[in-house]
C-alpha cells in the first residue's frame, strides 16, 4: 500500500520526532515555526499564517495536528486553549480541499473513569490539561461537521519512553504499589508501532470522530521498568491513585492490527531503545 501524504503540525514534539524516524521521506511535510534543516519542512505559524497553513494542505491526504500545549508547555508560559485554536485553525485551512484532519488528544480526557474505557463515555477530565483536550476535540468535531471536513481525535494512550515512566525515570525513582502488589496499569504502546498505527489511520478513507490509540490490553508500570532495567522504589499508593485506566482499542483494531507482542513491556522497551 502507497504510504500517505501526511502534512504533520507541530513535527517538533515528542511524537513528531518519533514520527521523524519512522515514516519514509518523501512523503511527509513536517511544519515548524522555526527555520529547519533538510528537506520536507514547511515553515509558518499556523496560528498566526492562516492563509500559508491553507496553502500546506494542498495536495496531501491527511493532516495530522501534532500541536498544543503540554502541562510542561503550560509551566513555561503557554496557554492550554491553543490546544483548541490549534486544532480549529487546521481544520479551517483544510475546508477548502476537504482533507481530512486528525487531532491528537489523550486519554487525560477520561479522568478516573474504571472499567474498560469506550470512544462513546461522556469526557469527564480531572486535570487543566485533560479539560483543555476535551474542548478541543468538542469544538474540534463540531467546527468538522460544519465545515465538511473529515475530524478524528485521537486519544492516545501512554506512549512508551515519552511518559513519565520510561521517560521520566531517574536514579531513586519511586512508584506506587497498591494493596493487591500491584503497580499502576496503563494503557501503552511502543513508538514503533504508533508510528505503524498512525500512518494506516492517515491511509483509511472513513474513520469514526473518535478513536482510542493504544495495544491491546494494559502494561503494569512496575513490569515496564523492570524490563528496562530501571531501579525503582515501591510506595504505599494514595487513596487518589488510579490503578488502572484501560482503553478500548476494538474500534482501534477495525482499522489495523496488532501482534500480540506488541502488548509486551520487553517489546515497548525495545522499540523505545531503536529509537
Not at 10 to 24: E, F, K, Q, S, V
Not at 79 to 85: A, L, S
Not at 161 to 170: E, H
Not at 243 to 251: I, K, M, R, W
Request: glycine share 12%; hydrophobic share 45%.
Amino acid at each position: 500500500m502507497r504510504f500517505p501524504r501526511i502534512l504533520v503540525i507541530g513535527a517538533t514534539g515528542r511524537i513528531g520526532g518519533i514520527l521523524r524516524r519512522c515514516w519514509p521521506a518523501g512523503q511527509i511535510q513536517w511544519q515548524s515555526r522555526a527555520e529547519q534543516a533538510g528537506a520536507g519542512w514547511t515553515v509558518l505559524d499556523p496560528l498566526g499564517d492562516p492563509q500559508a497553513l491553507a496553502e500546506a494542505t494542498k495536495g496531501v491526504d491527511s493532516v495530522l495536528c501534532l500541536a498544543g500545549v503540554t502541562p510542561a508547555g503550560a509551566a513555561r508560559g503557554g496557554h492550554m486553549d491553543d490546544n483548541t485554536g490549534l486544532a480549529l485553525a487546521t481544520i479551517r485551512a483544510a475546508a477548502a480541499t476537504g482533507t481530512r484532519v486528525l487531532l491528537a488528544s489523550s486519554a487525560a480526557v477520561y479522568g478516573s473513569q474504571t472499567g474498560v474505557l469506550t470512544e462513546d463515555l461522556a469526557p469527564t477530565p480531572l486535570s487543566d490539561y485533560g479539560r483543555a483536550k476535551a474542548r478541543m476535540e468538542a469544538e474540534g468535531l463540531g467546527l468538522g461537521e460544519k465545515s465538511g471536513v473529515p475530524v478524528t481525535a485521537l486519544r492516545i494512550g501512554n506512549v512508551a519512553g515519552v511518559d513519565a515512566i520510561l521517560g521520566g525515570w531517574r536514579p531513586g525513582f519511586a512508584l506506587d504499589r497498591f494493596a493487591d502488589g500491584r503497580t499502576p496499569r496503563r494503557s501503552y504502546i511502543g513508538p514503533v508501532t504508533l508510528a505503524r498505527v498512525l500512518g494506516d489511520l492517515a491511509a483509511v478513507p472513513n474513520l469514526p470522530p473518535i478513536l482510542n490509540v493504544a495495544a491491546p490490553g494494559v502494561v503494569e508500570m512496575g513490569a515496564l521498568l523492570d524490563a528496562a532495567g530501571l531501579a525503582w522504589t515501591p510506595r504505599d499508593a494514595p487513596q487518589t491513585a488510579i490503578a488502572q485506566v484501560c482503553l478500548s482499542t476494538t474500534a482501534l483494531e477495525a482499522v489495523t492490527s496488532f501482534a500480540d507482542a506488541d502488548s509486551t513491556p520487553a517489546a515497548m522497551v525495545a522499540e523505545w531503545r531503536s529509537l
